[in-house]
């Protein structure tokens, strides 16, 4: 079957190349993908497979093998954009000004409508049944896949995995890479805003200093990963904006700061927001200023599943050549996955889509981000293959 999916992929490759464009050329912000899950609903009808519609634009589609009843698998796309001008000049450039498929959220739904494409055509050669998950407003808290999951995506049937699969720059495209156990950490908000009445700047005395207060916050808020946190266990705190005073002789009555909290571990997650409120708040007040914090809690960490992980790396291994199969390396940014990881054994994995010789290499969210479009073949072929295989556990 493995060759079977791998002449497929090829012969779709350029088909799907070309849906990936029509989606670049029009991209839609989270949660409002409605013209996208139109386009997805339309693709799996003439493929011949029932889907139903939830989060409102979220498109579950079910496709049957042989033995239905043997094993459900679940294979998860995102389809949002995000709210930057694109500047590259293509043929299928943005042409809704200010958005841009910047993440490659595009290149997921362009290879996973190739994998239900292949699938549907070998439906009489693997088991089980495939859950496609065509998923809404993975940029943007709470998380399409949170929604999905409230709204019973993860039940009736219930998938025993999840396999998601997110493009890489830095990963030259031909590759794939794979890693068990924690991948990506958790992301939640930080906002402070620090209140004092306010005051000459030549009388200090007369009120408290919401400048000197935020700033000192910012340096002591440092101390709580460093000396709270096994320094074995990733985690990140980035204030990341001050904003308060507009001139020389005023001390602001109010100064705001955000940040970023990263982990990769629950427990420490949570006891760390606790450390960061208690902290700030006895500081702050302690210089005779008041505060209001409020920490948005956003993601987990992505929590690859072991033997699904090694599992699905075995099978790309023999399909693409254990040379083009790497391990991922760990990061420290987000991704709504996460939520699935914590619910079934899942397997997040990288698409290279890297080219240094064809100068396709910057990162994502930025607006000049492309990818190889050699790799959607692989992506798809790949897509499919753990989609009928279980990632390799179900043969
Ligand atoms: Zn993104
Ligand atoms: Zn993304």
Redesign the pocket.
Same mark, same amino acid.
């Given at each position: 079957m493995e060759q079977q999916i791998k002449k497929l992929a090829r012969q779709y490759a350029s088909e799907f190349v070309a849906i990936r464009r029509h989606l670049h050329a029009n991209p839609e912000l989270s949660y409002v993908e409605f013209e996208t899950s139109r386009f997805v609903q339309e693709k799996l009808t003439s493929y011949g497979i029932p889907y139903e519609i939830k989060a409102t634009t979220g498109v579950i589609g079910l496709l049957k093998g042989k033995n239905p009843e043997k094993r459900v698998v679940a294979l998860r796309a995102?389809m949002d954009a995000l709210p930057i001008i694109e500047e590259n000049d293509v043929p299928y450039k943005s042409s809704k000004p200010g958005i841009m498929h910047a993440? @490659? *959220?595009d290149v *997921?739904t362009a290879c996973l409508l190739g994998a239900a494409k292949i699938l549907s055509e070998l439906k009489d050669e693997w088991e089980g049944t495939i859950k496609l998950i065509f998923q809404p407003g &993975? &940029?943007k808290n709470p998380g399409g896949a949170s929604l999905l999951i409230k709204e019973g995506v993860l039940e009736n049937p219930a998938p025993e995995s999840i396999f998601g699969m *997110?493009?890489h720059s830095s990963l030259p495209s031909g590759k794939l890479s794979f890693r068990g156990g924690m991948v990506m950490a958790s992301a939640d908000e930080i906002y402070i805003t620090i209140k004092a009445k306010g005051g000459h700047a030549a009388a200090p005395q007369f009120t408290a200093d919401t400048i000197y207060i935020a700033s000192s916050l910012v340096v002591s808020l440092q101390q709580i990963i460093s000396r709270n946190n096994n320094p074995f266990n990733p985690s990140v705190l980035s204030i990341t904006a001050i904003q308060g005073g507009n001139t020389t002789n005023v001390i602001p009555s109010e100064v705001k700061l955000m940040g970023t909290f990263r982990a990769m571990d629950e427990a420490w997650r949570f006891k760390a927001h606790d450390l960061i409120k208690k902290l700030s708040t006895s500081l702050v007040e302690s210089m005779g200023a008041a505060i209001d914090i409020k920490i948005d809690v956003g993601y987990p960490f992505v929590l690859n599943n072991e033997t699904l992980s090694a599992a699905a790396h075995k099978k790309a291994a023999s399909y693409l050549g254990a040379e083009h199969v790497e391990e991922t390396e760990l990061r420290m940014g987000a &991704?709504d996955f996460a939520f699935y990881s914590h619910k079934i054994p899942a397997c997040f994995f990288r698409l290279g889509t890297g080219n240094i010789a064809k100068g396709i290499t910057i990162g @994502?969210h930025t607006p000049t981000f492309n990818i190889d479009e050699d790799a959607i073949e692989i992506g798809m072929g790949m897509m499919a293959l753990l989609g009928a295989t279980n990632g390799g556990l179900g043969e």
């Open positions: 995102d993440c @490659g *959220h *997921h &993975e &940029e *997110h493009v &991704e @994502g």
